[in-house]
């Protein structure tokens, strides 16, 4: 087959700049394959390079004593104690998910799987943080509906539980939905399995699903921004087997056992390419490839294809040789492919044949660890304006805004399409906060949440950087859990434009400030830039989500309020309401500026919580909606009223930090009250549950209309978004 010519035309439809492509010829002194051209885009995109990211995703901090892989793996690594260990990532799929919401949120799902068992981990939990564009935008109801049908067909047919996440709606997603999958699992901390190739002549080998031409190209199409050839795009999107997955994961899992694996290596963005050029790399080897023994699905498959697919359910190991026969009979077993398609060399190589043709030979740690870094300009987010002058509103007015908006009503119209229980482990189920999963066979079980606050971040990146981590520390520590470390999802605009490379930066460094000041570190993590279309960027949402530790299954906080339980407020009120979701969903006004984030009192509160959980019969932190939502939330789940003794709107809705509100017996509210007396962090009673109404100052509803509204809202928002035939 003819191959095509190298115009600038095609090397722009690569991604590739035009110095870039002059690197290129530098690099290699002649003018590249076709091939060889996909190669460099696929390595060299944003994607799989983070070549707008690097400069300030070093400065994060990303070690600590319980840390025993940082980023640059598959996933995060955190010891948890008993010679055991969680292996956890989050990573995007917004593209894909845009443009084919069932597939790209499926496979957004397999792919983190596949993160978390590739590094010899049995996953456990799942978290899904999705945000979507106005309910009302003709494409969001089948976005919605796509991305949470995708999600839970995968999860479900997997067998992993889905434990928590968040679901948010706003107008900068109406064409850029973003879908961010979080992956957790458990593996023995000795038994960590890593990426980088050892040994020359050492066998290079396929496992898993055959190769189609699906995905195609994926990696770059996620690092460009949309417009309207948009659909054009559709067959980039992968498609993904839940079924193979499974099989694959127990097949692997199997193998490592073995001691058959010196490497292994997810086949994800980028396919082929990158799982052998990042293996080749971190183990300053050269590899060989023939393509002729890949499995294909499909006829007469290109090198160009071949190289560049993203077809799921795909791995590539560096196998022990001895062990060859072993290996391929348990990839038999499982009815899964296993074909020894190259060899490690010690030339700094990445030579790829097909048939009696050379299609690549490139240097290889070129492709990698010398793909352009960019110190893009930047220009710092203007100082918020002054806090919002809201009009007046009566205390139950301002709660039902809240609890009949999408955003902020019951979401259980998504997680009961997942299988929360699968695996008999999850203590906690989504919709309470934090999700608990139980260690299987011990009495210790892990936390898991992601937090974030585009409007806040918007607003002053630094101050909303500190506090999606901050959130993330509270949500952890509400259920009991000693937060252990995070992974973050960095979802922005186009980086090339200086105010989003400045909202990226101020981020960066306030995640920074707080993983620091909280002993929180980042190990693990993706960026997703070029989240436009049009030229209009998303709102800056960087997902931080968290994983912490319960020793003991009696440490949990887990229950709800009761009759007669005092409601008890940790933390100081001053009623900040800039960019409150009050002010948002009530009024459609996003003005003033983030809420300053204390970082010393966070922990301190933290710690005061976790430090007296005994005296807790139910415990939330507070973010979006202040106080009053938090209770209601608490409140409803419990099936019972609550009267907070405030009507003042600021009290009630404003979303000061460093809170906590939590239910005691009388008992327990006294020995709580003297503890933060002792320790010097603000406790104040604020009302109490029981009852069948919710009253917020002298203003009063029955609990059950309020209910119906809460958990209604969503469906009806979905559903009056959905055309007719629908």
Avoid at 150 to 179: K, M, Q, T, W
Avoid at 519 to 543: A, K, Q
Wanted: charged share 20%; with cysteine.
């Amino acid at each position: 087959m003819q191959e095509p010519t190298i115009t600038p035309d095609l090397i722009a439809a690569h991604g590739l700049k035009a110095d870039e492509y002059d690197r290129i010829l530098a690099i290699i002194g002649r003018e590249p394959s076709f091939t060889e051209l996909g190669i460099f885009s696929a390595m060299w995109n944003e994607h799989c390079s983070y070549k707008s990211s690097k400069k300030w995703l070093r400065t994060l901090p990303t070690e600590g004593p319980q840390v025993i892989c940082g980023p640059g793996e598959n996933a995060g690594v955190v010891d948890i104690g008993d010679g055991q260990a969680v292996v956890f990532k989050m990573e995007s799929h917004n593209h894909p998910s845009y443009i084919e919401p069932h597939q790209g949120a499926a496979t957004g799902v397999g792919g983190i799987l596949r993160d978390v068992f590739t590094m010899g981990a049995r996953p456990i939990a799942a978290m899904d943080s999705l945000s979507f564009g106005r309910p009302e935008h003709p494409k969001t109801a089948h976005l919605v509906k796509g991305v949470v049908e995708g999600i839970g067909a995968y999860g479900n047919a997997f067998g992993v539980p889905n434990v928590g996440g968040e679901v948010r709606f706003h107008r900068s997603y109406d064409g850029n939905c973003l879908v961010n999958a979080f992956a957790a699992g458990l593996a023995d901390a000795d038994r960590i399995f890593y990426s980088a190739a050892s040994g020359v002549g050492m066998p290079v080998v396929y496992l898993g699903a055959k190769t189609g031409r699906d995905g195609v190209g994926g990696a770059t199409m996620a690092s460009a921004e949309f417009d309207d050839t948009i659909e054009e795009k559709r067959p980039t999107v992968q498609v993904g087997d839940p079924f193979t997955e499974k099989c694959l994961l127990e097949a692997c899992l199997e193998l490592m056992a073995s001691g058959s694996v010196i490497s292994i290596q997810d086949m994800g963005a980028a396919g082929l390419t990158c799982s052998a050029v990042e293996m080749g790399d971190k183990g300053g080897l050269g590899i060989r490839l023939q393509l002729d023994a890949v499995p294909q699905r499909e006829a007469g498959m290109t090198a160009y294809e071949m190289m560049l697919s993203e077809s799921q359910e795909r791995m590539l190991m560096v196998l022990k040789p001895e062990h060859e026969a072993e290996a391929r009979a348990i990839f038999e077993k499982w009815d899964l492919d296993f074909a020894i398609v190259g060899e490690t060399i010690a030339e700094d190589r990445f030579l790829i044949l097909h048939g009696n043709d050379v299609k690549a030979d490139l240097p290889l740690s070129k492709l990698s660890s010398s793909a352009p870094e960019y110190d893009r300009p930047w220009v710092a987010t203007p100082a918020a304006g002054d806090a919002p002058v809201l009009p007046p509103i009566r205390p139950m007015a301002a709660l039902r805004a809240l609890i009949g908006s999408p955003s902020y009503a019951h979401k259980g119209w998504v997680w009961e399409q997942y299988d929360t229980q699968v695996g008999a482990d999850t203590v906690r189920r989504p919709g309470l906060g934090a999700g608990v999963v139980r260690v299987h066979g011990t009495r210790k079980a892990l936390a898991f949440t992601s937090d974030v606050t585009p409007r806040y971040v918007k607003a002053n990146p630094v101050e909303g950087g500190r506090q999606a981590v901050a959130e993330a520390w509270r949500n952890l520590c509400a259920v009991g859990a000693l937060p252990l470390a995070a992974t973050d999802n960095l979802n922005f605009g186009n980086p090339e434009k200086p105010e989003i490379m400045g909202q990226f930066v101020g981020a960066i460094q306030g995640i920074g400030e707080a993983c620091r000041a909280l002993d929180f570190p980042i190990v693990s993590g993706n960026v997703s830039l070029y989240n436009e279309t049009d030229g209009t960027g998303i709102m800056p949402t960087p997902t931080i989500g968290g994983v912490g530790l319960i020793e003991h299954l009696d440490h949990i906080i887990a229950g709800l309020p009761e009759d007669g339980h005092i409601a008890i407020l940790i933390g100081l009120t001053e009623g900040h309401l800039g960019q409150s979701a009050l002010a948002a969903e009530a009024f459609g006004i996003e003005d003033g500026d983030a809420p300053p984030v204390d970082l010393a009192a966070e922990r301190r509160h933290g710690e005061f919580i976790r430090a007296n959980r005994a005296h807790l019969r139910a415990a939330t932190d507070l973010s979006d909606g202040g106080l009053a939502l938090a209770a209601f939330e608490m409140a409803e789940a419990a099936g019972i009223g609550v009267r907070l003794d405030s009507g003042e709107i600021g009290q009630l809705f404003g979303e000061d930090q460093a809170r906590y509100l939590v239910a005691c017996d009388a008992a327990g509210a006294d020995a709580l009250i003297a503890a933060g007396k002792a320790a010097g962090v603000p406790v104040a009673q604020v009302g109490i549950f029981g009852g069948a109404s919710v009253q917020l100052g002298e203003d009063a509803a029955d609990l059950a209309e309020l209910s119906r509204l809460y958990r209604s809202a969503f469906a009806r928002a979905i559903r009056g978004g959905m055309p007719d035939h629908a």
